[in-house]
């Protein structure tokens, strides 16, 4: 598995957003985050994990097993919600790869919110229109938010 493979294959299941956050991270979400989508997996390009190349949400099933295999470890931050990174590529097949973050997948949208499913069912058109007034309101919200965190921080 690589950078490429693995791209090609997450943004080809369903309801699949990816976003690049926290430096060089490839962040997958079931739906996007601004109608509440969920965080599934997430690639590291830099190698500034210090902990993997990626990790994936393993569920509380498959999580003790997976690390107990060699190069995979609890993630840091994510191992109390059952999350694994993989420490290098090769510590996984390329089908065990795609097996764990289908499952991933799985697992993250049976959490999704009634809302937010009701919204991923929508046409494509539809939901592109949802998509762009929501995020125009966070836009605004985090403008008016940006002023008021600048007041109540004290004095240098």
Sequence with gaps: MDVERARTFLKALPY???????GDNLVYWVGDKAIGGK?????????GLAHGVGMFSAGPERFAELVEQDGLIPAPYMARIHWVAAER???LRNSQWEEGWVA???ITLGKLPKRVRE?????AK?????????RKVLAEKACVEEP???KRQPPK
């Design 119 to 123: 919204v991923l069912a929508m046409p």
């Design 39 to 47: 965080m599934f997996a997430l690639i590291d390009l830099s190698g």
């Design 104 to 106: 991933a997948h799985q």
């Design 89 to 91: 590529w090769d510590a």
């Design 126 to 134: 539809e939901q592109a229109k949802l998509l762009a007034d929501r």
């Design 148 to 150: 008021a965190k600048k």
């Design 16 to 22: 699949v957003v990816e976003t690049q956050q926290w």
